[in-house]
């Protein structure tokens, strides 16, 4: 297990939400910051305060000026 992942499993032990490791783990792991897979923190966060249920919480985390201006 990698630091990050034992933080989130740490986390969800603290919540008693241990049973939705599973699903965590497959709407939030997978980012890569370097060569390192880590959990997106924001979506983490948002998912265990929000009751565990899985949603986009990165969607508005920022704009798609940048998008526009490319295309």
């Given amino acids: ?12 032990q603290y919540y008693g939400v241990t049973e939705k490791e599973a699903e965590l783990k497959a ?16 979506s983490v966060i948002n998912y265990l ?8 919480y990165w969607v508005n985390t920022g704009k798609n000026e940048i998008l526009e201006d490319v295309l």
């Fill in 27 to 42: 709407w939030y792991d997978g980012y890569l910051f370097g060569s390192k897979e880590i959990y997106n923190p924001w």
């Fill in 49 to 56: 305060s929000k009751g565990c249920i899985p949603q986009p």
């Fill in 1 to 12: 297990m990698t630091r990050f992942e034992t933080e989130v499993h740490e986390m969800m």
